[in-house]
């Protein structure tokens, strides 16, 4: 690991669920110009229904996929030269690719081959290369080769690109790759300039498929392509329950107005939907999806009148400069599968429920990324998920904030873990959308910026690669001279109730009172040295001292007889379970899910509604399993339907295996991350998000 970058914003409007290439007679056998009637394709269908992803890629050597592969050249006198790396004066390196003309946030780096060499070699971050240009990673059990397949360039085996994980990024060697494909590549300060060859669409043919519906876009040679989400968040599978049923949403009590529509898979309820005037809600028909191809299109063929399906609600076809966009909506929960094929060129949609393209990359030394669907019963759950090594060597495990070193405020995760320079990251605890607080424990080296409440899960860890997963319960006490115990509610918390809440130098260096009416309390050293009324909620600032801190009396004010200015105040601080507070690094969620590799899902003991749980909505959690690997895992929509409840949450991850498990923030909080770009959703349908479990990986 040698080449530092900088970091940068992923790669916008993606997808990760490309399907790679099959069989051109399978492929050609199921496939009809658009303008021939649907009638009569059933044995058609039957030929498509074969050519499942997972045929190809589950459980099968690199080798058996590439030979099942028609029609894709491969390369056998292609070798790599071995690296050596050159002086950091001969390497360039940026944070933008312009492909034909388009510039992306994608980072990479050109050095020579070895010290001494004058051809310089160019390396591309790997998952923003696929989701930008549509060259498909394919399985791997070798971090530092890549097998990759796009049109009628395949490169597996020993054949496989040279792949190098280097802090938040691993990159890719594309210098043999672009020759193959055809692309010219040069390097212009921080922007790389990558240009195919001018390619077009000669034709646009549909069929159906057992599964849905099948697009295919003839072109006349190779052309990036990315996939990318239109509309706005889809309405929740199920409704957000009406009034809130999670004890720390706030109410807003107006008349006349009610929660707007939940437009986001449902999540956790401290996230409330702002109030908006009562309108008959317009039913949403579907959803609508862009594949954007770098070729142009003949005028001839936007004249073509296109079947639909109850799968394939509209298709159109739209010429955009050198562009041409394929937009297709399509029912609610579904996803576009897109592949590529060579030898003739095509770009192949095909319109399922089960878009997911089961993968597994060892994408770095103690880093696994894996996509592959979990079944209970006759439900199909696709799961994207990271297993991570925490013993391995240079990877570390660290809570991540939106608005470090504060604790207020939310941004994508994209852009948080950026910062942060982790390799990668998953959302993770609660927090309220209105000020922006967490709502939840977290702990870094071995501060409390945010205790824990209502006795909700929360995991912990230290660098031995040590875990523990279990609901957590902060409890303080301040003893008096009269050995009067005043029992702390919370500390360095957003989540307000009736009580006491102590407020100390990991909060910030001031406190703003949360409720209206508060006495607010300052302790330096250990003495009380003032009290004061404060006021209304969120209008006086209080400064909290470095050798002591703030208390919040709120509704209950019987204990400021107790604590006159100098007063002096004994603290005690204990966690249940007791072996948490040996823990650095912890991070609240609930509820727990697994223990012992039993499900022990118990949301009322933490403070949660039956009707919460019982909602359905893609998820995100976190586990280990029997190696103490951890799991940080989200699972999205089931097969044509809607994402999972609790109970379904925990079964898939005791499928998974693992020994405990904890379920995070979820719905439209869910967003995993890995080397520059969400792996899961599109960025665009990605919520903001206030911390995160950040994975890093050091020379």
């Known amino acids: 690991m040698s080449v530092s970058i900088l970091p940068v914003l992923a790669i916008a409007p993606s997808l990760l669920w490309n399907q790679p290439g099959r069989s051109q007679q399978e492929e050609r056998a199921g496939l009809i ?60 390196q940026g944070s933008q690719v312009s492909l034909n003309g388009r510039i992306l946030p994608l980072a990479w780096t050109q050095q020579p081959a070895n010290s001494t060499s004058a051809n310089f070699r160019t390396w591309i971050a790997d998952v923003g290369l696929m989701q930008s240009a549509g060259v498909d990673l394919l399985s791997s059990a070798d971090s530092a080769k890549q097998p990759v397949q796009w049109f009628s360039v395949s490169l597996t085996a020993d054949q496989s690109l040279a792949a190098r994980a280097t802090g938040p990024y691993r990159y890719l060697d594309v210098t043999n790759f672009a020759r193959l494909a055809g692309w010219e590549i040069s390097a212009d300060g921080n922007i790389l300039k990558i240009t195919s060859q001018t390619a077009s669409v000669t034709g646009i043919r549909q069929a159906e498929i057992e599964s849905g519906d099948r697009i295919v876009v003839d072109l006349d040679r190779p052309a990036p392509w990315q996939v990318n989400f239109v509309n706005t968040p889809i309405p929740s599978p199920t409704p957000t329950p009406n009034p809130p049923d999670d004890p720390t949403k706030p109410a807003i009590p107006l008349q006349n107005l009610r929660a707007a529509p939940n437009l986001e898979t449902p999540d956790d309820p401290t996230k409330p939907a702002l109030p908006v005037q009562i309108t008959p809600a317009a039913p949403i028909a579907g959803q609508e999806w862009s594949i954007a191809i770098d070729a142009k299109v003949a005028p001839a063929l936007l004249q073509d009148t296109f079947q639909t399906s109850q799968q394939l609600l509209s298709l159109k076809v739209e010429p955009d400069g050198a562009q041409t966009k394929v937009k297709v909506k399509i029912p609610l929960g579904w996803r576009p599968q897109v592949f590529s094929l060579g030898n003739p060129n095509r770009l192949v949609i095909d319109i399922r429920p089960d878009s997911l393209v089961e993968k597994n990359i060892v994408w770095a030394p103690g880093v696994q990324w894996r996509q592959q669907y979990q079944n209970l019963g006759t439900a199909r759950f696709p799961v994207v998920w990271l297993e991570v090594n925490p013993r391995q060597s240079g990877v570390k495990i660290r809570p991540i904030l939106s608005n470090s070193p504060a604790d207020q405020g939310t941004a994508p995760l994209l852009q948080t873990a950026e910062v942060s320079g982790a390799a990668a990251a998953i959302n993770a605890g609660f927090f309220n959308r209105i000020n922006r607080l967490a709502l939840g424990a977290i702990r870094r080296d071995n501060k409390w910026l945010s205790g824990p409440i209502l006795n909700r899960g929360a995991i912990a860890w230290n660098d031995r690669g040590e875990f523990a997963i279990d609901r957590l319960t902060l409890q303080e006490t301040l003893i008096t001279p ?218």
């Open 33 to 92: 110009h658009a303008s021939i009637s649907r009638q009569g394709m059933n044995s058609l269908a039957d030929s498509e229904s074969r050519l499942k992803p997972t045929e190809i890629l589950t459980n099968s050597s690199l080798e058996r996929t590439s030979a099942m592969r028609q029609g894709i050249h491969s390369l056998s006198e292609y070798r790599f030269l071995a690296q050596s790396v050159p002086p950091s004066s001969r390497i360039r």
């Open 482 to 699: 009269a050995n009067q115990p005043l029992p702390v509610s919370h500390l360095n918390s957003a989540y307000v109730q009736p009580g006491i809440g102590r407020y100390n130098s990991d909060w910030g260096t001031t406190y703003t009172p949360l409720s209206g009416n508060e006495i607010v309390v300052t302790v330096a050293g250990d003495g009380v040295v003032s009290q004061s009324p404060g006021g209304a909620a969120g209008t006086t600032t209080f400064p909290i001292p470095a050798n002591g801190y703030i208390l919040a009396l709120r509704s209950d004010f019987f204990p400021a007889d107790q604590l006159s200015i100098g007063t002096l105040l004994r603290l005690e601080t204990n966690t249940f379970p007791a072996n948490f507070n040996r823990f650095p690094y912890i991070l609240g969620g609930g509820p727990v899910l697994v223990q012992n590799s039993q499900v022990v899902l118990d949301a009322k003991a933490e403070g949660f509604s039956d009707a919460y749980v019982r909602q359905t909505a893609i998820r995100s959690a976190i586990g280990r399993n029997a190696a103490g690997n951890l799991l940080i895992v989200a699972v999205h929509n089931r097969a044509g339907g809607a994402g999972p409840n609790f109970a379904e949450l925990a079964q898939i991850l005791q499928q998974m295996g693992a020994v405990e498990a904890l379920n995070l923030d979820g719905g439209s909080s869910t967003s995993l991350y890995l080397g520059g770009s969400l792996l899961d959703p599109p960025p665009s349908t990605a919520a903001r998000v206030h911390n995160a479990i950040g994975i890093f990986i050091q020379p």
